[in-house]
Nanobody, 126 residues
Framework: QVQLVESGGGLVQPGGSVTLSCVLS????????LGWFRQAPGKEREGVSC????????NFAEFVKGRFAISRDDAKNRVYLQMNDLKPEDTAVYFC???????????????????WGQGTQVTVSS
C-alpha cells in the first residue's frame, strides 16, 4: 500500500523556522515528482512547492519564494520542506504528495497528484 506520512508541524512564533518531513512507502520515488500543499481553515488547498524526481528542478509559490526550500532524499524515502521567516498567514495544514511524471526534470503544482498524506498542522502565532 502507498502511504505518505508528514511530521514536524506544531506551534511556532512569527519569524521562526520549522522543517516538515514526509516519509513515503509503497512506491518507487525515482519516478515521482514530490510536492507540498497547504490548506488554511475556510480556504482552498494551494500549492507550496514541488521538486522533480531527478531532484534538479523545483518550483515555489510566489508567497513563499525566498523563505521556503524543498529537498528530497530518495535513499531514505523522504521529502522535506524547510520553512523560514514564518508568518501568521502560513498557518495551515500542510500535505505532502507524489505525482508520476514522464520526465525526470519536470515539476509543476498544476494538475493532479496521485498520492497524498494526511497532513500536519503548522500554527504561526505569538
Amino acid at each position: 500500500q502507498v502511504q505518505l506520512v508528514e511530521s514536524g508541524g506544531g506551534l511556532v512564533q512569527p519569524g521562526g523556522s520549522v522543517t516538515l518531513s514526509c516519509v513515503l512507502s509503497g512506491l518507487p520515488l525515482t519516478y515521482y515528482a514530490l510536492g507540498w500543499f497547504r490548506q488554511a481553515p475556510g480556504k482552498e488547498r494551494e500549492g507550496v512547492s514541488c521538486i522533480s524526481h531527478s531532484g534538479n528542478a523545483a518550483n515555489f509559490a510566489e508567497f513563499v519564494k525566498g523563505r521556503f526550500a524543498i529537498s528530497r532524499d530518495d535513499a531514505k524515502n523522504r521529502v522535506y520542506l524547510q520553512m523560514n521567516d514564518l508568518k501568521p498567514e502560513d498557518t495551515a495544514v500542510y500535505f505532502c504528495a507524489a505525482r508520476f511524471l514522464d520526465t525526470p526534470n519536470r515539476c509543476t503544482m498544476s494538475g493532479s497528484f496521485d498520492y497524498w498524506g494526511q497532513g500536519t498542522q503548522v500554527t504561526v502565532s505569538s
